[in-house]
């Protein structure tokens, strides 16, 4: 089993729909989760980070985290065809290394 | 800006062939690593560095070997390339640990024949 598992999409919703994106984790050890949004042919790039348990939110988008369920999850809000992109959960349990999730890959029609 | 540069977009290699990936950050980063990205199993981590001329296994390694002989400078080296090593490559840094944001270069396609 996986440390960490990612909904492998591809999603594609219609332009101004509600994302859900959402990972699981098996290792209660992860304190810090991160978000990175990856567009093609490019390197990923840090979106959301939060710590612990709660919501944090940033414009568009909403970093969600339960602890309890080992359970994180993205919301975009209003989205937008340049959200297109394969997003990737991370966590962290150590003090140097990412473990990252699959990556949902998600594409906003016009 | 934080640039993390990699030396090929493409690469085409032959079965057997010694291969070196590089990488160039240009923010005095402590942190330095290599990953591996396939389709369905994310990214995977094969090595990173800490310090200069300090290197760390990450999860998948085999095959593979790491040189940090500056600390701007961090090379993926495959002694004998093998077709399963056909992936995308991706190199990261950051400033401090884990905890901190890794800043990604463009990735390498590397394709073993």
């Known amino acids: 089993q996986k440390e960490v598992e990612q909904d492998p999409g591809p999603l594609s919703v219609p332009e101004g729909a509600i994302v859900s994106l959402n990972c699981t984790y098996s290792?209660?050890?992860?304190?810090?989760f991160m978000w990175y949004r990856q567009y093609s042919r490019k390197g990923p790039e840090l979106l959301m980070y939060?710590?612990?348990?709660g919501n944090k939110e940033d414009g568009r988008f909403t970093a969600q985290v339960d602890k309890s369920s080992k359970y994180i999850s993205l919301f975009i809000r209003d989205s937008q065809p340049s959200d297109s992109a394969t997003y990737l959960c991370a966590m962290d349990g150590s003090a140097r290394q990412l473990t990252f999730g699959s990556g949902t890959q998600l594409t906003v029609l016009p | 800006d934080v640039k993390v540069t990699q030396s090929s977009r493409y690469l085409v290699k032959r079965t057997g062939e010694k291969v070196f990936l590089e990488c160039v950050q240009d923010m005095d980063h402590e942190n330095m690593f290599w990953y591996r990205q396939d389709p369905g199993l994310g990214l995977r981590l094969i090595y990173f560095?800490?310090?200069?001329?300090?290197?760390e296994k990450g999860d998948i390694p085999e095959g593979y070997s790491v040189s940090r002989e500056k600390k701007e400078r961090f090379s993926l080296i495959l002694e004998s390339a093998s077709t399963n090593q056909t992936s995308m490559y991706l190199c990261a840094s950051s400033l401090l640990g884990g905890v901190d944001e890794q800043y990604f270069g463009p990735g390498t396609r590397l394709t073993v024949t």
């Open positions: 290792n209660s050890a992860f304190q810090y």
């Open positions: 560095s800490y310090d200069v001329k300090m290197k």
């Open positions: 939060t710590y612990s348990s």
